[in-house]
């Protein structure tokens, strides 16, 4: 099975974030027990609230222990409900005596997103089927009610995943199958998907493939087939995974999927074509400190293909991303790439937490403190993890917001070493011939024709031209002057004639 988030533990709504990433404050901190940094202490904001999807942003990055979640629905209201809100005795209507107004949608979903920042899914999923299950659902607004849905889909899969790695297997495969119930229910109900389900729900279908193919291998291979089609690419998991060996082992599987990854693999391509195309190339520079307080400039890397990676140690999809890069470097780095990370924490001392978070998770290339500045030069900054493509010359030409696959990353970082046009002054011989045959031109000629035109006329050019070409080493020390120079002063001679 796939884990959709490394922090699902901790938090449901971090499966969103995975795909979306993390709200350009840098306080968005899971709270995952898998934090390997120190620095995720000083990460949290109660009033930070990245934009993930409508009605109910952001509500995955609040640590359990310390963000109880008060704004993670809008409109909600945490006073007792005095009068009725709408829906039970009409507005501005005392409820009757004795009686407790009923809680509102709002409410009820606060209550589930704590219990879900706590880890507590089992009881969330019992909260938000309540919620579902209200008759007066249909009179909330439409965006709310698909916001409903999509984190039943999310918290029945952290509590698949909860259970998995307790290995109670079986109520893991009954959550994955509820969470694939609630995806479709999202799918059919409400078009067209918003990126980031899309996203999720590759993902969910996969866990529900493992799950069927131990006694349906038909509706296991479906569900695969629609898991590829929603953008699941991770095609090593599939031929590894060990839930998935029953279907592995069916007649034309491999077929299949060598099929179905050459076809993902021609579409991945040409999407990212496409956005390389409609992006404008931009400069991008920066100077900072890496963390033994040397200065590291990116100018010293011209030459090479770059990939920035500005995140946070307290960022769960920029964690989750690490390893593509560190796979990345050392599979291309003879090749002319180098990535580099720009960390942005809010501990007071980061440095101790980042060197710990880099030699466990093995990380191969340079990190520098990040500055306000520098984080200016990224037009339209949105969010953590983002990531910059820069191609020989210096120039970005992709910026890619959010997590991003492997297969993603590695396409457009061969696509960029493919290139074959060589950066400004940095080519090979032709680029150094336009060097000194622009000079050489100068100083020849110009000298040259003022010094023999003049006092020479006629005389000297008819008959000496060929004699003084041939002994003079003319032609052996540069063709180019000779000719070059012969022109002007034929020019020269006719005008005085």
Request: hydrophobic fraction near 35%; include cysteine; charge should be positive.
């Amino acid at each position: 099975m796939k884990r959709p988030c490394p922090s699902a533990m901790a938090c449901c709504i971090a499966l969103t974030l995975l795909l979306t990433g993390c709200q350009d404050t840098g306080s968005d901190a899971a709270g995952s027990p898998e934090t390997a940094a120190p620095a995720t202490g000083a990460d949290t904001d109660p009033t930070s609230n990245p934009k993930t999807i409508p009605e109910a942003e952001g509500s995955d990055t609040k640590s359990p222990a310390t963000n109880p979640a008060e704004k993670q629905i809008p409109d909600s209201n945490d006073k007792p409900t005095a009068k009725g809100d709408g829906q039970a005795g009409g507005p501005n209507t005392e409820p009757a005596v004795g009686k407790a107004a009923p809680p509102s949608v709002d409410s009820q979903m606060q209550d589930l997103l704590r219990l879900a920042n706590q880890s507590k899914f089992d009881k969330a999923l019992e909260q938000i089927n309540i919620v579902l299950a209200r008759k007066d659902l249909a009179t909330v607004e439409k965006q709310k009610r698909r916001a409903i849905v999509f984190f039943a889909a999310q918290i029945s899969q952290a509590l698949g995943q909860q259970y998995a790695s307790t290995d109670k297997i079986t109520q893991a495969h009954a959550a994955f199958i509820t969470s694939a119930k609630h995806f479709r229910t999202l799918q059919t109900q409400y078009k067209p998907l918003f990126p980031q389900e899309t996203g999720f729900g590759g993902q969910v279908l996969y866990n529900e493939a493992c799950t069927l193919a131990a006694n349906d291998l038909k509706a296991a291979r479906a569900s695969l087939t629609e898991a590829i089609e929603l953008g699941f690419d991770d095609f090593k998991k599939i031929k590894t995974d060990t839930d998935l060996e029953p279907l592995r082992k069916a007649p034309g599987f491999q077929e299949f999927i060598d099929k179905q990854q050459a076809l993902a693999a021609k579409k991945a391509d040409e999407a990212i074509g496409k956005e390389m195309a409609e992006n404008k190339p931009f400069p991008f520079d920066f100077k900072l400190l890496d963390l033994d307080g040397k200065p590291f400039a990116l100018a010293s890397l011209k030459g090479k293909v770059v990939v920035v990676d500005v995140w946070g140690t307290w960022c769960p999809p920029c964690r989750a991303e690490v390893p593509h890069f560190v796979e990345l470097q050392k599979t291309y780095g003879k090749q002319g790439l180098q990535i580099v990370g720009i960390n942005y924490e809010r501990a007071p001392d980061p440095i101790p937490g980042i060197k710990t978070f880099a030699k466990e998770y093995g990380i191969n290339y340079p990190l520098v403190i990040g500055d306000d500045e520098t984080q200016k030069k990224i037009p339209d900054f949105q969010a953590f993890p983002t990531t910059l493509f820069i191609d020989r010359k210096g120039d970005v030409r992709l910026v890619a917001v959010g997590a991003r696959p492997h297969e993603y990353l590695e396409s457009v970082v061969k696509k960029l070493l493919a290139e074959t046009d060589p950066p400004d002054g940095l080519g090979p011989a032709p680029a150094g011939t336009k060097k000194t045959d622009k000079p050489a031109t100068k100083k020849t000629t110009k000298p040259a024709t003022k010094k023999t035109t003049k006092p020479a006329t006629k005389k000297t050019t008819k008959p000496a031209g060929k004699t003084i070409d041939k002994p003079a080493a003319t032609k052996k020390t540069a063709k180019p002057a000779a000719k070059k120079a012969d022109k002007p002063a034929v020019k020269k001679t006719t005008d005085k004639t």
